[in-house]
């Protein structure tokens, strides 16, 4: 009989409903019922796509033995953290602290009043390599409950009292300039790794944030080395595993240092924010292959995790069936030389093998190899390698294909819509900008409530039950940015102001600083508050971005003055940490350069007007500005008083509250803004 979860909408929350663990939604019923009980809640976070997330429901959530003891002696909370970030982010802070290390599933022992007291990531069934078996941890946390509940009851006051009593090192007054950019330069050149490129060793994650900070390092200051760093860590990871050879697209990490083989699940938010970083590869050096890899990543985007709505889903899972029933990390993605050959015959299975680093022995597991570029083969037939990829993807289409998370999330879809619209209007694929417009319009149809207060997520069409956070009104206002600039339709840098203007009243604190939750949500028992990258934007750094664009749009003080309170935190960060605030110094990158404010006005369909917004798009000047569209057109104030040069169409840029004079020549235009 299904549990509680049967009328969620979250995909991962849906995947235990028929536990025989008597699961609840987080919700103030549930910390009632183990009120009433006078039981400890287990809290369980994950997500849909989580490896171990599936391994420990299959080993666990699922037995019955296991779900009897769950339900007699605690209240079973599930939680996705995906649609709760905030949740996730108060207790992961606690594990962390606790044990020094944190991931995901997580397991949290709490008192009926939220105080967690037990903690832990993933447990067995049986003990393993130095851990409890799950079941010797139910017991030991159900007897300190029974028989030492004044320890219980200390310990958890004490972890509350830690963790409300920690501040931030926020860097105060003054935003980040040139020695800070420059310390945060040097920290990421001694990080980096000169034999296989990106940062660090294994696990190895694409540092998506980081590059675009040494992207617009470069556009602003010319540093060879910045951009070095970038293209090379960008070639390593388009001819790696990591990224899918066949169908495009990024996996999310790699176990290895050389990005050979990746943890194989695909998130919408990785690609949404690398297909836009090879886009500006590509801008910045006309690179092919940053070109293919954009194109490719947003084709893929469109293909595999557009939703009916005409939003994006999360995510494809890393298992699917092997063939015979048993669900297997990356059966969907990798080969043997058998496999070439039943798809291709011998011939062109040898070539493939050659061609993708196809070994007898394999890179992977059971002698399959992850497909990859392992050298530069030299000339191909490009015909030949294009029909090899088409029969080697129908033969993968053939393959029972990985489960799909179907939620919408309104921050990863901001980021889609960026990424989306800029690739279109680069490449000249008005398709893509079609696709970010639905998008956009699915967010304000569904996701924007009453006073554009934003919902997290949906599914189907239908609004999930959690209120955004800060990166969800952050992410879109800066997805519905790019697409006003791109489309010329103002309406979408009015929909990006009524979000910003509830940044302003909602998620602002003394000093400057940002909370990730509104003022008015519910209260947990400590108020998140990260100014550091994750896997996207911290919301505090993209908060930033998004005020500091919509400012330079609109001439507004308070968006501007907030967007430089952000980055007070980027001036005490970027220097001792480059690695976690790469959006932070992106940000910083485009007000140390204006940012530039760039209207372009003309007829309406008028060649040099289209002609000018063309360059102006292809600057890359750091978060430079764009407005489009006719003389003195309402929808824009930066069009305001910006009339035609000599009945003919011209562009108008300024920075720091100074002009160049109009330009009617897209190549001036061009060198004006550092092409």
């Not at 399959?368 to 088409?390: F, H, K, T």
Request: net charge negative.
């Amino acid at each position: 009989m299904p549990n509680r979860l049967a009328h969620e909408t979250s995909p991962y929350l849906l995947q235990h409903a028929d536990n025989p663990v008597d699961w609840w939604p987080w919700s103030a019923e549930a910390f009632e019922e183990a009120r009433r009980r006078d039981v400890p809640v287990l809290l369980s976070v994950g997500y849909s796509s989580c490896h171990w997330c599936h391994v420990m429901a299959h080993e666990s959530f699922e037995d019955d033995a296991t779900a009897v003891r769950i339900n007699e002696r605690f209240v079973a909370v599930k939680v996705d953290r995906e649609e709760r970030p905030d949740v996730d982010a108060v207790y992961m802070e606690a594990v962390q602290a606790a044990t020094g290390h944190g991931g995901w599933p997580m397991t949290v022992f709490l008192t009926p009043d939220a105080e967690p007291f037990y903690f832990g990531t993933y447990f067995p069934p049986e003990p393993r390599h130095g851990m409890p078996s799950f079941g010797d941890v139910l017991d030991g946390v159900s007897r300190a409950w029974t028989e030492r509940r004044d320890e219980v009851g200390e310990v958890a006051g004490t972890i509350v009292k830690d963790l409300s009593s920690r501040s931030l090192a926020y860097g105060g007054d003054g935003v980040p300039g040139e020695p800070e950019l420059a310390q945060a330069l040097l920290g990421l050149t001694r990080d980096y790794d000169a034999r296989s490129a990106g940062f660090g060793g294994a696990p190895k994650f694409p540092p998506s944030m980081v590059l675009e900070f040494l992207l617009r390092h470069h556009a602003r200051t010319g540093a060879e080395g910045a951009l070095q760093m970038a293209a090379d860590t960008c070639a390593a990871m388009a001819r790696g595993g990591i990224y899918d050879q066949l169908g495009g697209g990024f996996a999310r990490y790699s176990v290895d240092r050389d990005w050979i083989v990746p943890h194989f699940e695909k998130m919408l938010y990785d690609n949404a924010l690398l297909c836009r970083v090879y886009a500006h590869l590509w801008r910045a050096t006309g690179d092919d292959l940053a070109r293919r890899v954009a194109l490719e990543t947003a084709d893929f985007m469109v293909r595999e995790l557009r939703t009916a709505e005409g939003g994006f889903a999360s995510a494809l899972d890393a298992d699917s069936d092997d063939g015979t029933g048993r669900h297997v990390e990356g059966a969907y993605y990798v080969w043997t030389p058998a496999q070439l050959a039943e798809a291709l015959g011998e011939e062109d299975a040898r070539f493939a093998a050659r061609y993708f680093g196809v070994t007898e022995e394999g890179t992977f597991e059971e002698g399959a190899s992850v497909l990859r570029l392992p050298q530069d083969a030299g000339p191909v037939d490009a015909d030949r390698l294009a029909s090899v990829r088409e029969r080697l993807l129908a033969a993968r289409a053939r393959r029972p294909r990985p489960g799909r998370d179907d939620k919408v999330v309104a921050a990863w879809n901001g980021l889609a819509i960026a990424a989306l619209a800029e690739t279109g209007a680069l490449f000249d694929r008005p398709d893509l900008v079609e696709r970010a417009t639905e998008a956009a319009d699915l967010l304000v149809r569904v996701h924007m409530g009453e006073g554009a207060r934003l919902s997290r997520t949906s599914k189907d069409g239908r609004t999930g039950a959690n209120a955004g956070v800060l990166e969800d009104y952050a992410d879109v206002a800066e997805g519905f940015l790019t697409l006003a600039g791109i489309t010329g339709e103002g309406v979408w840098l009015e929909f990006a102001g009524f979000l910003l203007d509830i940044v302003l009243d909602q998620f602002v604190a003394e000093g400057g600083a940002l909370y990730d939750t509104a003022h008015d949500a519910e209260p947990l028992i400590r108020r998140p508050q990260d100014p550091t990258d994750n896997a996207t934007p911290s919301g505090w750094t993209a908060a930033a971005g998004a005020l500091l664009s919509y400012a330079a749009h609109t001439g507004s003080e308070a968006h501007r003055a907030a967007a430089e309170g952000a980055l007070g935190v980027v001036r005490a960060l970027g220097p001792r940490a480059p690695r976690f605030i790469g959006w932070g110094l992106a940000t910083a990158e485009s007000l140390l350069d204006g940012p530039r404010e760039i209207a372009v006005v003309g007829p309406a369909g008028d060649g040099l007007a289209r002609a000018l917004h063309r360059a102006a798009l292809l600057a890359p000047a750091p978060g430079a500005v764009v407005a489009f569209g006719t003389p003195d057109g309402e929808e824009f104030p930066l069009l305001r008083d910006r009339p035609l040069v000599n009945g003919g169409a011209a562009a108008y840029v300024c920075r720091h509250f100074t002009c160049d004079a109009p330009t009617t020549d897209p190549d001036e235009l061009a060198r004006q803004l550092g092409r």
